[in-house]
Structures are given as C-alpha cells and as structure tokens.
C-alpha cells in the first residue's frame, strides 16, 4: 500500500470539512448578492430580519456543538445525520451572518427573541427569551460522557427538540420579516429541520424510546 493513501478514518472529516468550506463560501456570495441589493428601491433589513439572522445563528451554532459532541464511534446511520447538520447548519450560520455583517449589524444581540416575542415583558424579560429548544450545558455535558446506544438516543432527543424549537423560530420569521431572501432561507429550515425530526423520530421509534417534551 502506497504511503499516500489516505486513512478510510480520515476521509470522512476530511470531506466534510472541505464541503463546510464551500457551503460558507456560498454563504458568503449570498450575503454579497445581497448588499448588492441595498439601495432605497432594494432590499431592507428590518428588526425582525436582523433579530432572526442573530438568533438563528447562535441556535445553529449550538445544533452544530451538538452534533460535534457525539462519538464518532456510533451507529453509522446516527453519526452520517449528525454530520450532515454541521455541514448545513454551519452553511446557514455564514449565510445569515454574511448578510449582518453586510449590513453593519452585530452577530449576537443582548435581548435574544424579542423580534418574536415583541414587547412583551413576560415573554421578553430583563435579558431576553430563552431559546426554543435549547440544550442546556448540563444536557451537553452528559452526552459528551456517554458512548453507543445511551450517546445515540440522548443525542436524538437533544437534536429532536432543538429542531422543534428552530422550526417554531423559523415560522414565526417567514411571516415576520421583510426581506424574501431571509424568508426563502426560513422556509428551507422549516422543510429541512421538519425532515430531519421525521427521520430522527422514526429512529427513536424502532428503540422503543420517546422524543423529550417539547415546550
């Protein structure tokens, strides 16, 4: 065997670094397309376009710190749908960030979801909404000490949740913003994510296991 032959191993990664690579390429022209568009007669941010953009990609981002804490060593099937969220989901993350950072915007906001919740103090609070579906890091923690099957299932219900919960953001936003680039983007979460949870409850239903309740 020649020395350049490279590890099955590390084929995996490798291409799916590579494909992140492009997919933020792409983010990135798309941001571009769209300061293109950013004139009087053009394409606007609104405050619920950037609430959105900031909120959707801090819940990406954690999706994709998700998916990176399972073991490798789980069941193919498991680890290729957990893989291909970090791939998309990291794609989504440079496309709504291309476009904040187009438009002078920050990533992150310090009043989270108030583009969805409003004015409302109950929803809103002092620092923001809590996101929908969100892990929290004691849950995280845990799934990055388990192995197999007990790593599989908590990951699938971590995952399945938190997809709920950016499918109820991503609903919310293609009625809310104004920019129809970023409702094209928030319709494609809805059909993706609702997918993904389809596949990921179906597994779960073959092992006997319920979803986690979904707020």
């Known amino acids: 065997m020649g020395s350049d032959t490279q590890p099955s191993s590390f084929r995996g990664p490798l291409v799916l670094l590579l494909s992140a690579i492009l997919l933020c390429a792409a983010g990135i022209a798309a941001g ?15 405050s619920a376009d950037i609430g959105f953009a900031q909120d959707m990609s801090v819940h990406h981002e954690q999706a ?8 490798r060593d789980v069941d193919p099937q498991i680890r290729v749908i957990a893989d291909q969220i970090v791939v998309a989901q ?3 993350i440079a496309t709504m960030r291309g476009w904040l950072n187009l438009f002078d915007e920050p990533f992150t906001t310090p009043r989270p979801m108030q ?8 929803m809103s609070g002092h620092g923001g909404a ?14 990055a000490g388990l192995r197999g099957a007990d790593a599989e299932t908590l990951f699938l219900q971590l995952m399945i949740r938190h997809h709920q919960g950016g499918v109820d953001m991503a609903e919310a936003a293609a009625h809310a913003v104004a920019s129809e680039p970023i409702r094209r983007i928030a319709r494609g979460m809805i059909r993706d994510q ?7 409850t ?14």
């Open 32 to 46: 571009m397309w769209l300061q293109s568009e950013r004139d009087p007669d053009g394409v606007q941010l609104s």
């Open 90 to 92: 990291t794609s989504e």
């Open 115 to 122: 583009w969805m919740h409003g004015s409302d103090p109950a």
């Open 194 to 200: 609702s997918n993904e949870i389809a596949v990921m």
């Open 64 to 71: 994709v710190l998700i998916a990176q804490t399972l073991s």
């Open 202 to 215: 179906a597994i779960l239903d073959t092992r006997d296991t319920t979803p986690l309740p979904h707020p």
């Open 130 to 143: 809590p996101m929908p579906g969100a892990a929290s890091t004691s849950e995280i923690t845990r799934l």
